[in-house]
C-alpha cells in the first residue's frame, strides 16, 4: 500500500490521517478535497512535497475520481458533509456528498480492484439513553436520526453491498467523536475553547446532559491505517477509546484549563433530535487487530488540544467570527 489516496484528506480529520501517514510510514499520499469551508490547505502545510500532493475536486465527479482510484493501492475515504446542525439547515450536500460520492468512488474502486477503507460515524446507530449500560458494537442496528447520519448510514450500505456484490475489497470504519488539532470552529469542543481563548463563554446545548465518547484524531488515525492493513475485507470494526464524558464535563475542564469557574457558559435552545448519547465498543478491533490508543486519558488529550488551539490562532481567526455570526442568527 504504498500510494493512498485519501479523499477529505484537508478536513480535520483526514488531515489528521495524512500527518500520521507521513510520520509512522513511507506511503506517497495523494489528498482529494473539495475545500469546502471546512477544510483548508493549511492543515498540509509543511508536509513533504515529494510525499503528498493536493488535488482539489469533487468525489461525485467521476472523470476526477477514476484515474486518481486507477493509480493508487488504497483509498481511505474521509470526504463528507459532517456536521449536523448544517445537515438540518439544508439536507441536501449531505445527500450528494455522503451517498452520491461514495457511490462514485466506490465505482471506482470496482473497475481498478482498488483496496477501499469506508470512514463513517457511530450516528447512525442513533443513540443510547444515558442510564443504559450498553455500547454500541458492530451488530447494533442501524438507527440514524438526523439527515447526516441517515446519508452516513447509506454510505455504509453501499460500500456493503458492493463488497458483496461486486467483491469489491472494502471494510468499514464507524467511530465516536473526534477531537485534536486542525477541527473546524464550528465543532463543539473548539468552538468552547476559542470562545474562551477570546475571553467569551462557552455554549452548551439544552442541560448540557448529551454524552459523547470521544477519541483523539491521532487515535482515529492510527486504528484506520491498523483496519487499511490488516483489516478483512467486508468486516466492519468500531473505534472507541473509552471516553464517556457529557458536555457539562467537556466544558467544565476547558474552563479549569483557563483558571475560570466551572460554571462560566451559557445555556442555549437544545438542537432538534439530539442524540442522548453515544458509547463504543471497540473489542473487537483491539482483539483481532491489537490496536490500542494512545490517548487512553482524555483530560490530557484535551489539554494538548487546546494548547493546540491556543498556539495556531492564526490558522482558526479567519472562521471564527464568521462561525460565531451564524450561530448567533440561530439563537445558539
Given amino acids: 500500500m504504498d500510494r493512498v ?11 489528521n490521517f495524512v500527518h500520521h501517514l507521513v510520520r509512522e510510514t513511507d506511503a506517497v499520499v495523494t489528498v482529494l478535497d473539495k475545500l ?23 468525489i461525485v465527479d467521476a472523470a ?5 482510484v486507477a493509480r493508487h493501492d488504497l483509498v481511505v475515504h474521509f470526504a463528507a458533509e459532517s456536521h449536523n446542525d448544517n445537515s438540518l439547515s439544508d439536507p441536501s450536500p449531505f445527500i450528494q456528498t455522503n451517498v452520491v460520492g461514495t457511490f462514485t468512488l466506490l465505482e471506482a474502486a470496482r473497475r ?12 447512525v446507530y442513533g443513540d443510547l439513553e444515558l442510564d443504559d449500560p450498553e455500547r454500541f458494537t458492530e451488530a447494533t442496528p442501524y438507527n440514524p436520526s438526523s439527515p447526516y447520519s441517515a446519508s452516513k448510514a447509506g454510505s455504509d450500505h453501499l460500500v456493503r453491498a458492493w463488497v458483496r456484490s461486486f467483491g469489491v475489497r472494502a471494510t468499514i470504519s464507524n467511530c465516536s467523536n473526534n477531537y485534536g488539532p486542525w477541527q473546524h470552529v464550528e465543532k463543539f469542543i473548539p468552538r468552547q475553547i476559542t470562545n474562551v481563548i477570546d475571553a467569551g463563554r462557552p ?3 439544552g442541560a448540557g446532559l448529551n ?15 491498523a483496519i487499511a492493513q490488516r483489516g478483512r475485507t467486508g468486516e466492519t470494526y468500531l473505534i472507541g ?7 457539562l464535563e467537556v466544558v467544565g475542564m476547558i474552563l479549569a484549563h483557563f483558571g475560570r469557574p466551572t460554571d462560566d457558559f451559557d445555556q442555549v435552545t437544545d438542537r432538534a433530535g439530539h442524540d442522548l ?33 491556543v498556539a495556531h490562532q492564526d490558522w482558526w481567526r479567519g472562521d471564527k467570527a464568521r462561525t460565531e455570526a451564524a450561530y448567533a442568527a440561530q439563537g445558539q
Fill in 5 to 15: 489516496l485519501v479523499t477529505g484528506g484537508a478536513g480535520f480529520i483526514g488531515s
Fill in 36 to 58: 469546502t469551508y471546512a477544510a483548508s490547505r493549511d492543515s498540509l502545510a509543511g508536509l513533504p512535497e515529494d510525499r503528498v500532493s493536493l488535488v482539489v475536486g469533487d
Fill in 64 to 68: 476526477c475520481v477514476d484515474p486518481l
Fill in 112 to 123: 481498478h480492484g482498488t483496496r477501499f477503507h469506508h470512514v463513517s460515524t457511530d450516528e
Fill in 203 to 205: 455554549k452548551i446545548y
Fill in 211 to 225: 454524552v459523547r465518547d470521544w477519541i483523539h484524531a491521532d487515535d482515529h488515525s492510527s486504528a484506520v491505517w
Fill in 241 to 247: 477509546a473509552d471516553g464517556e464524558r457529557n458536555n
Fill in 277 to 309: 448519547r453515544y458509547a463504543i465498543d471497540s473489542s473487537k478491533l483491539r482483539e483481532e487487530l491489537g490496536w490500542s490508543p494512545r490517548y487512553g486519558d482524555f483530560k490530557a488529550g484535551l489539554e494538548d488540544t487546546i494548547e493546540w488551539y
